[in-house]
């Protein structure tokens, strides 16, 4: 069961602008979600408030806040940043 993976033009730019080497562990922790979102159970949780409709998934110091359609299989990437400045 792969998921789909689109991103947000923001989340691109964020991502951009993180220091490479997270960059390349943010993208491998994505494509393992992709594969199967309860691989990272450990490093998912679903968010509250104005944010409920998203879950995060936490890589180090940095989260990747996303969306999972489960009945057309995408996970939308909504934004990526570090943990102090995300929400």
């Known amino acids: 069961m792969l998921y789909s993976v689109e991103f947000l033009k923001e989340a691109v730019e964020e991502l951009s602008n993180i220091d490479p080497i997270w960059q390349k562990r943010i993208l491998n922790k994505i494509k393992i979600l992709s594969a199967d979102p309860k691989n990272l159970a450990n490093n998912i949780k679903k968010l509250k408030g104005k944010y409920q409709e998203y879950y995060r998934l ?3 110091d940095y989260r990747v ?3 999972q359609e489960n009945d057309r299989l995408i996970i ?3 934004r990526i940043g570090h943990r102090k400045e995300i929400y």
């Open 76 to 78: 939308l990437i909504i």
């Open 58 to 60: 936490r890589v180090g």
């Open 65 to 67: 806040i996303y969306s």
